[in-house]
């Protein structure tokens, strides 16, 4: 059958993502250890492949031996032990990153069509936990249902994009005072405002709440100018999936910071980050004597055990000319 101008316009164009690739650099000086240490123990997150972003090259710069551990959710981290501690070192890593732009082709928006789901995470379920800072108790999952019911929310699309529009709408972009950063959801829907862990505490919090999974990744963000730089800070966003779209990207902080992109940032990722790590509360490998890691995108140290602060990080990244 002939294919007519009529039906020809019924068939979405396809969507290109954008791309960017570019050298990356990751580097940490550690202080010497206190008089009497034992054992110093580093770890650095490795940049590692997915569907959004290919590593290669990867080149390690470490005067001591390492390895590259497998972690938690996909993640890769370098780790080195050193007994006794030497004096002042430093690791750094480098890399080649080509970052696609992450488009979710299934929201009706994109494509005015529907398509078979991908294959389910199989860490669903911890998508579907709660976090240290992020609990699912009785108030969190209250005000969700408050905010999907003002929204008139049914579907889990709707009810997802109906979080997505209030943590935009009532979180403001502020780094000033204290308490801000930790991704704590309880601080954030007190103060209601925060960088964006804490946008996207909320975010996966109430989505969770709801039984929608979501999950939580941090990286380093580029400007979207071409070019070279340091880069002074990390950036983190979040997805959640339905059965009818699989996992749709979001950013929330940076719809709050650019209003006009936020209909762009409820299905997108730009291209303008590269992502170190997935989820929170992280035990790493071999495993830390500390804590879970809240997140982990700066390099975490031990000495003897303890957590060692004595870190100085850099972080560059250079546009490809090719």
Aim: glycine residues 8%; aromatic residues 10%; contains cysteine.
């Amino acid at each position: 059958m002939l294919t007519t101008p009529a039906t020809a316009q019924k068939t979405p164009a396809p969507v290109v993502p954008r791309t960017r690739t570019f050298a990356f650099d990751y580097q940490t000086t550690v202080a010497a250890a206190p008089a009497g240490a034992k054992t110093l123990d580093l770890w650095l997150p490795v940049p590692h492949a997915d569907a959004s972003q290919d590593v290669t090259g990867l080149q390690i710069e470490c005067p001591f031996p390492y390895r590259v551990e497998a972690g938690q959710y996909g993640n890769q981290m370098l780790h080195l032990r050193v007994a006794p501690p030497a004096a002042s070192s430093t690791v750094a890593l480098h890399c080649r990153v080509t970052r696609r732009e992450h488009i979710n082709p299934l929201l009706p928006k994109v494509t005015g069509r529907k398509k078979a789901a991908e294959p389910a995470d199989p860490n669903m379920g911890r998508w579907l936990a709660p976090d240290r800072l992020v609990p699912l108790d009785d108030s969190i999952r209250l005000w969700a249902r408050r905010v999907v019911a003002q929204a008139h929310a049914s579907t889990e699309l709707e009810q997802a994009r109906a979080i997505y529009n209030h943590v935009v709408s009532t979180v403001t972009y502020d780094k000033s005072g204290q308490g801000w950063g930790r991704g704590d959801i309880y601080y954030a829907c007190d103060a209601r405002r925060g960088n964006c862990t804490d946008f996207h505490a909320v975010f996966i919090g109430y989505c969770r709440a709801l039984g929608i999974p979501a999950r939580f990744s941090i990286g380093f963000p580029l400007p979207p100018e071409r070019g070279s730089g340091e880069v002074k800070g990390y950036h983190c966003w979040a997805e959640f999936y339905t059965r009818q779209t699989g996992w749709v990207p979001i950013d929330a902080s940076e719809a709050a910071k650019n209003p006009d992109k936020r209909e762009y940032f409820f299905g997108h990722h730009d291209e303008n980050r590269v992502e170190l790590t997935r989820g929170r509360d992280l035990v790493l490998t071999p495993a830390q004597q500390g804590e879970p890691l809240n997140y982990f995108v700066y390099p975490y140290a031990e000495v003897d055990g303890q957590a060692y602060p004595g870190l100085t990080n850099q972080f560059r990244y250079r546009d490809a000319t090719e």
